[in-house]
């Protein structure tokens, strides 16, 4: 669905895939997931990694949408995200995926950009600049990926 749009901002915190790690954890612990299963997931997720570090690298997608990544050192307890059109101003706020509050009131939208837009300010962008930081990142993430 991203692909449709001109310009996407990433806003990730050092901890991107810890939380599903965790819970891969929990349902093969709980034997909800195979030993085959959970490897495949491993590997689909070293696949994502790569994916989202040359989509970092490029700063677009294969559509020519433009691609910023920012890394946050403040951890997320949420999804924040907002959408933008000539037609529509939308909020979405999501909590461990479980529930979510999606929204249209003008107030909390301004409040909401407002937020996301001043926590680019203390991130660091690692799309097409911050070359070190963006290699530190991504191989953070694959040691992560490498607990499961």
């Not at 929990?26 to 696949?47: G, M, P, Q, R, T």
């Not at 999606?102 to 070359?131: P, V």
């Amino acid at each position: 669905m991203t692909r449709h749009f001109h310009s996407i901002d990433y806003i990730w915190d050092n901890t991107i895939f810890q939380h599903l790690i965790n819970d891969i954890q929990y349902f093969y612990s709980i034997h909800l997931i195979s030993d085959e299963a959970k490897e495949e997931i491993k590997n689909e997720l070293f696949l994502l990694a790569d994916e989202l570090e040359e989509l970092a690298t490029k700063g677009k997608t294969d559509d020519g949408g433009k691609v910023r990544i920012y890394v946050s050192h403040i951890n997320f307890e949420a999804t924040y995200s907002y959408v933008e059109t000539n037609n529509i101003q939308l909020s979405l706020i999501r909590v461990y995926s479980i529930n979510s509050l999606t929204t249209m009131d003008a107030g909390i939208f301004r409040s909401l950009k407002e937020w996301i837009q001043s926590l680019k300010k203390f991130s660091t962008l690692i799309s097409e600049s911050g070359e070190m930081q963006r290699i530190q990142f991504f191989k953070q993430q694959r040691e992560i990926i490498d607990t499961l």
